[in-house]
């Protein structure tokens, strides 16, 4: 579980550089984000299952920072999908949706060390 953690967090970090430097990366940005991506898909559900499967359902406050978390990536994973019909407000709500599932991994990663 904590491989698979510290992998998500890798995944979700190369997906915010890659979207923030977009125009650097040019033809090679839709290759890497797209696979951090499935990457960060794969690596969270890994994460959770042997959590899960392993030690049974965490405390409270540490499951919800998770799964509010995960929730919200997969949300702006879903909205990266409708991708060709970005406008401004979808893309920004894409942008918001990645941060706040960066923040939330965060106090969920916090939680579990306190």
């Known amino acids: 579980a904590r491989v698979s953690g510290f992998l998500s967090v890798a995944f979700l970090s190369g997906l915010l550089f890659s979207g923030f430097g977009r125009k650097k990366l040019k033809r090679r940005f839709r290759n890497v984000h797209v696979t951090m991506a499935l990457g960060l ?23 919800w920072f998770g799964l509010i978390g995960f929730i919200a990536l997969i949300v702006t994973q879903v909205k990266g999908f409708v991708r060709k019909r970005f ?24 939680w579990a060390w306190v």
């Open 41 to 63: 898909f794969v690596s969270l559900s890994v994460h959770g299952i042997i959590y899960i499967a392993k030690y049974g359902t965490p405390s409270v406050t540490w499951y």
């Open 87 to 110: 406008g401004q407000g979808l893309l920004a709500s894409h942008i918001i949706g990645a941060c706040v599932g960066l923040f939330l991994s965060i106090l969920h990663w916090i």
